[in-house]
């Protein structure tokens, strides 16, 4: 089993559609989270962190469920430029220092 | 700035040939780590350092080697190619303060085919 897994997708939604992902988490040392965005062929850039309190950065909100070890990712109002490639990222700090990626959830967004 | 500078951006290799893969970065970033981007698998951590003349193994080490000897610079050698490792090649670095507000910073990848 992964210690990071996401749906792979691809979730294809029309423009203007709500659409949520989600990212469970193995391991309890697990201790920061984040939602990364790659586009096809290029680096992952860094969409937003993710803090227990849950958070919005505009049309995007992610929360995180301690209990359940899982993150989402809520995008509103989907824009053509919203499809690619959401990555978890999960930070987890016990004997050592890692970053674990999600393998990633594919958006398309159709006119 | 730059930021994190990767090169070469692609490279063909045929099995059993060596190379090495540079990654700079000029804001003066702690931690750099090289990742592997294969179909389907998301990133996997290869190697990483948490300062200079440090290294670690990471996830997927095996075939690789890595060498830390300046702050801004961080090397990824292939001793003897092989067709498994074809793939795409991310640096990353980053400057953990409290760990909640850990930033990558990503290259823009090398795209590696060994034949």
């Known amino acids: 089993r992964k210690e990071v897994e996401q749906d792979p997708g691809p979730f294809n939604v029309p423009e203007g559609a709500t659409v949520a992902f989600n990212c469970t988490y193995s391991?309890?040392?697990?201790?920061?989270f984040f939602w990364y965005r790659q586009d096809c062929r290029k680096e992952p850039k860094l969409l937003m962190s993710v803090y227990s309190s849950g958070n919005e950065d505009g049309r995007f909100t992610a929360q995180l469920n301690r209990a359940s070890q899982y993150i989402s990712l809520l995008i509103r109002d989907s824009k053509l430029s919203d499809s690619a490639t959401y990555l978890c990222?999960?930070?987890?700090?016990?004997?050592?220092?890692?970053?674990?990626f999600g393998s990633g959830t594919r958006l398309l967004v159709r006119p | 700035n730059a930021g994190v500078t990767q090169t070469p951006k692609f490279r063909v290799l045929k099995t059993g040939q060596s190379m090495t893969l540079l990654c700079a970065q000029d804001?003066?970033?702690?931690?750099m780590y090289w990742y592997r981007q294969d179909p389907g698998m998301g990133l996997r951590l290869i190697h990483y350092s948490v300062g200079e003349g440090t290294t670690a193994k990471g996830e997927v080490p095996d075939g690789y080697n890595v060498s830390r000897l300046k702050k801004q610079n961080f090397l990824l050698g292939l001793e003897s190619a092989a067709p498994s490792q074809t793939s795409v090649y991310f640096c990353a670095s980053s400057h953990p303060r409290d760990g909640s507000n850990e930033k990558l910073f990503f290259g823009s990848g090398t795209q590696l085919s060994v034949l």
């Open positions: 391991n309890s040392a697990s201790q920061s």
């Open positions: 804001m003066n970033h702690e931690y």
């Open positions: 990222v999960v930070i987890r700090m016990d004997s050592s220092y890692k970053l674990i």
